[in-house]
């Protein structure tokens, strides 16, 4: 299982980015797995900041990012999308997303970041003026 993330980048307060995370290896399809994105700030703990089944659609986000970030998926491509929008300098951070290859299904929400077991390298988003 492979994942790659990228799309990171400068942008200013109240932009918007969107961050692509390919996956290989399984197939969104199977309902076996799951998509966090996270992200870690310099200084700071990961923060898990949403996840996404995509065999079915669920998504959840973290209270940090609700409402401005979205989930998305394009299962033909094995490629999930993190569309940030009214970004913050606060948001600046390096943004990584990571696979649950044994989830247990959208009933039971986001995976605890403990079950990611696999991780791409991390995309650099900076917010600034």
């Known amino acids: 299982v492979q994942l790659q993330a990228y799309g990171g980048g400068l942008v200013q307060p109240g932009g918007s980015l969107r961050l692509s995370c390919d996956v290989s290896?399984?197939?969104?399809?199977?309902?076996?797995?799951?998509i966090g994105w996270f992200r870690q700030a310099p200084g700071k703990e990961r923060e898990a900041i949403s996840c996404?089944?995509?065999?079915?659609?669920?998504?959840n986000y973290a209270d940090s990012v609700k409402g401005r970030f979205t989930n998305s998926r394009d299962n033909a491509k094995n490629t999930v999308y993190l569309q940030m929008n009214s970004l913050r300098p606060e948001d600046t951070a390096v943004y990584y997303c990571?696979?649950?290859?044994?989830?247990?299904?959208?009933?039971?929400?986001?995976?605890?970041?403990?079950?990611?077991?696999?991780w791409g390298q991390g995309t650099q988003v900076t917010v600034s003026s």
């Open positions: 990571a696979a649950d290859t044994d989830y247990g299904g959208s009933d039971y929400g986001c995976p605890p970041s403990i079950e990611y077991d696999s």
């Open positions: 290896g399984f197939s969104l399809d199977d309902d076996d797995y799951a």
């Open positions: 996404i089944s995509p065999s079915d659609g669920f998504t």
